[in-house]
């Protein structure tokens, strides 16, 4: 092999080894966009997308749609910013259906909403 071969054959090498860490790095990037795009949760008060542990949860729990402190409570969860404006907006009958898919029973808003916000 002349030495102008082996040069060749170097380039070729490093090459083909920058394509592997373009697409390693691009693996990387597209699974950490991934995993951050598993915690944000958009709130249905203000519609801003906010980190989960920013948000309070809703679940429903057979006909009443239930506050859930620590997060663990089965089902579909709903999300709002723990602010009165967005608790105000979010915690309605209109915006919970929606939501949830399925009819919120107004009164059972009302006790919803006496509780949550002072
Ligand atoms: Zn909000």
Redesign the pocket.
Known sequence: MTSSQKASLLSRFKTVKAMIVDIHREIMITLLNLVLQASIRT?I??G?KRSKNELARFVLAGEKVVFDPAMRLPGRGVY??P?EE?LLK?ISAKALSRSFRRKIKPEIVSVLKSVMIK
């Open positions: 709130c008060g203000c801003r709002i910013c602010a967005c979010g």
